[in-house]
């Protein structure tokens, strides 16, 4: 152990280790130098155990400007050293402590000129980067954005952002997303590159520099690389489960001199590789350090025996990690089994949650002791609408609620449009997203394709795309608004509207009085489902996957409305329904102090817990989600499920629909795998009424 003379602590009180820590915690916090991996459990006092490990170190004489702490959020920064400075006494600002990026340009403010950039550098947000990317992209190639088919700004720039993060070439990544253009790889690679000047030349940084320019720093500059790393003697780093490519190798650059690099991480909580994380980082530190002692902190204080024993065995399908695998030990006593629940489908499913939570209620359990997981957000859509119409509190933790979110409310717009060709809202709201197009055009196109309906005495859907309206229509946004409006069109025929024919009308005064049989009209019509899929097809299904890096999971929201639009016998019921569920959900407001039942996706809900926990959807392609398991690699769908699991701290709720209806004929549907591999007497079966 390194010390100076004296201690960094001797104004405080010894820390009395031995009282204070169990003894698996202990024996990471007093380690000795050397490399060290933490393999820290759910709920097992992860926190605890680096708050503690940073007090040994000041009380070993170790002063706080020689200690590295490296964690993922501020927030978690901002916890852990104020913890510190209760425990010690010791100022936080001290300490080299934050994220990577805080810390990396910090760094690069100290000493960036070496590799050419100057100190008043400008950080740019997300929003800034995507214009300057798409500044650059439109002087290299102009008719590239008004290629439909070619991917917009920001999902260039996450595809780029992603392949920075990973170490890998771009045109590998736009090869892999994008595989039916096949000249983009190229082309998005020649982006790639010029973006980067475009930085270097006007001072500029987004977030992935922060990290790349700091390897770089410390590759070319062998006087900043070893001051620092000789300044930190010690290297901390939370959640290194979490870490990219990149990352790791800041770790083990700044870690070679003085070796006394201490991660902590759990390996099964790694859910994130889909933005970068590597879940081999943590195997190839002991590559890198094979004198590195491992130190397992199994003891769980969040969770009932019950629950942990579940967790623990469905992780032995889990591909084995040589010397890593954890098993979680519970400090509490034991309680009651997980409840495993099959319901008929998912209204069935949202009707037992409802009913438990009203019990629970009636137990004397609050609200906020509540929590629902899923593994996607249309999952949750009937929860959500059963909720609402309770008038049950409840707020979502991991964006707005279903019918809030913009490609649901973008689509139903196509279908108020065709229904209704005088909703100006609803036209605007889906010209505004065409590049160049604001609220004064959308709104000049809009009244002359009334006029020139008027005029011809057409539908004013199909005046829409009349030679007149198109010549007005932006040169950027014309394929789009093209496509839109055809799109509309087919959908006010599937709805046995006019589209394409001339409108007869018994006061020609009145645009909109259709003189079309309920009888033609109704024989003519598709149904709901058929209608709703029409629109997932057209041209908005083909916008999304240009605009959005993860149109795959907007896609499967959209498409669990064919299955709810079959509950519906016409679409005017349809229609009705769905802006009656928008007024619902979105006029409700929740007072911050209320309790509230929390809604959340997996990925939201890590790091967190809950008295109660329900996780529904737990069926196969729903989680692991049908392209995981289509790609074979469900792997990390089965650590989402422990981390859901792993959220409970009283009572857990695993339940799953047998049956779909997410457009077509019912398809009958198997529990997730991840539950038929947990033995029978790990938990019990409940059985939920039929009635419901």
């Not at 000795?32 to 170190?57: E, F, I, M, N, Q």
């Not at 996780?615 to 692991?624: R, Y």
Request: proline share 5%; charged share 25%.
């Amino acid at each position: 152990m390194h010390s100076d003379s004296g201690s960094a602590l001797d104004a405080f009180s010894p820390i009395d280790f031995e009282a204070e820590l169990n003894p698996e915690q202990r024996a990471a916090v007093l380690a000795p130098d050397g490399p060290a991996l933490v393999l820290a459990g759910a709920g097992s006092g992860k926190t605890r155990t680096l708050t503690y490990r940073v007090a040994y170190l000041l009380q070993q004489g170790v002063w706080p400007s020689q200690i590295l702490l490296l964690t993922f959020t501020n927030k978690a920064a901002r916890e852990m050293l104020s913890r510190v400075e209760e425990l010690t006494g010791m100022p936080s600002w001290k300490f080299w402590g934050g994220t990577f990026h805080g810390i990396g340009q910090r760094i690069l403010r100290m000493h960036g000129e070496s590799i050419g950039l100057e100190k008043n550098f400008t950080i740019m947000d997300q929003s800034d980067a995507e214009s300057l990317l798409g500044d650059v992209i439109r002087e290299i190639d102009s008719a590239f954005a008004k290629n439909k088919d070619n991917p917009k700004p920001k999902v260039v720039g996450d595809m780029i952002s992603y392949a920075r993060n990973t170490c890998r070439p771009v045109h590998e990544i736009v090869e892999e997303r994008y595989p039916w253009i096949e000249e983009l790889p190229v082309v998005v690679d020649g982006f790639a590159k010029a973006y980067e000047g475009r930085k270097r030349e006007r001072q500029l940084c987004d977030y992935d520099d922060l990290l790349e320019l700091w390897v770089k720093l410390l590759k070319e500059n062998e006087e900043v690389r070893t001051h620092f790393q000789d300044r930190f003697k010690y290297i901390l780093v939370d959640e290194y489960q979490d870490t990219n490519r990149v990352q790791a190798t800041i770790i083990n650059t700044l870690g070679e001199k003085n070796r006394n690099v201490m991660i902590v991480g759990d390996n099964w909580q790694c859910i994130y590789t889909w933005r970068g994380a590597e879940f081999e980082n943590m195997t190839e530190f002991a590559e890198q350090y094979p004198d590195r002692q491992i130190y397992k902190i199994e003891t769980n204080y969040r969770s009932t025996p019950g629950i942990l024993d579940f967790a623990n065995h469905m992780m032995v399908m889990h591909p084995p990690i040589d010397g890593y695998p954890l098993e979680l030990k519970a400090h509490k006593p034991n309680t009651v089994l997980p409840y495993v629940v099959p319901a008929m489908d998912t209204r069935q499913q949202a009707r037992y949650v409802m009913s438990r939570i009203e019990g629970l209620s009636q137990e004397g359990r609050s609200l906020k002791d509540i929590a629902v997981l899923y593994r996607a957000h249309y999952q949750a859509m009937d929860l959500q609408l059963e909720l609402s119409r309770s008038g049950l509190p409840f707020t979502i933790t991991s964006g707005v609620r279903f019918f809030e979110q913009a490609h649901v409310r973008d689509l139903v717009a196509q279908l108020r449009l065709a229904s209704n060709p005088r909703d100006i809202a609803a036209f605007n709201r889906l010209a505004m997203l065409l590049p160049r197009v604001g609220a004064r055009t959308a709104d000049r196109l809009f009244k002359l394709a009334e006029k020139i309906a008027a005029r011809d005495r057409i539908s004013p859907v199909l005046a829409l795309t009349h030679d007149e309206v198109l010549k007005k229509v932006p040169k950027d946004a014309l394929d789009d608004y093209r496509d839109m409006g055809f799109t509309v069109q087919d959908i006010e025929t599937a709805m046995g509207g006019p589209a394409g024919n001339a409108v007869e009308k018994e006061d020609q005064s009145d645009l909109f009085t259709e003189v079309v049989s309920d009888e033609k009209r109704a024989a003519e019509a598709k149904s709901p489902q058929e209608v709703m899929q029409l629109a997932i097809d057209g041209w908005y299904g083909d916008y999304m996957r240009t605009v959005f890096d993860n149109w795959q999971s907007r896609k499967d929201d959209l498409d669990s409305l064919v299955g709810f639009a079959g509950r519906y016998d016409t679409m005017e019921e349809l229609l009705a329904q769905l802006v009656l569920l928008n007024s619902e959900t979105s006029d409700r407001s929740i007072d911050p102090e209320q309790e509230t039942i929390k809604l959340t996706t997996i990925h939201q809900a890590k790091g967190l817990e809950y008295p109660i926990v329900f996780v529904i959807g737990l069926a196969e392609g729903l989680l692991p989600l049908k392209r995981a398991i289509e790609s074979g690699d469900t792997d990390e769908e089965r650590r989402l499920f422990y981390v859901s699991v792993t959220r409970a701290q009283d009572e857990l709720y695993l339940m799953f629909p047998k049956v779909s209806a997410s457009g077509g004929p019912p398809q009958l549907l198997e529990p997730s795998r991840f539950l038929r591999e947990v033995p029978e007497h790990l938990y019990e079966m409940l059985r939920v009424r039929t009635g419901w």
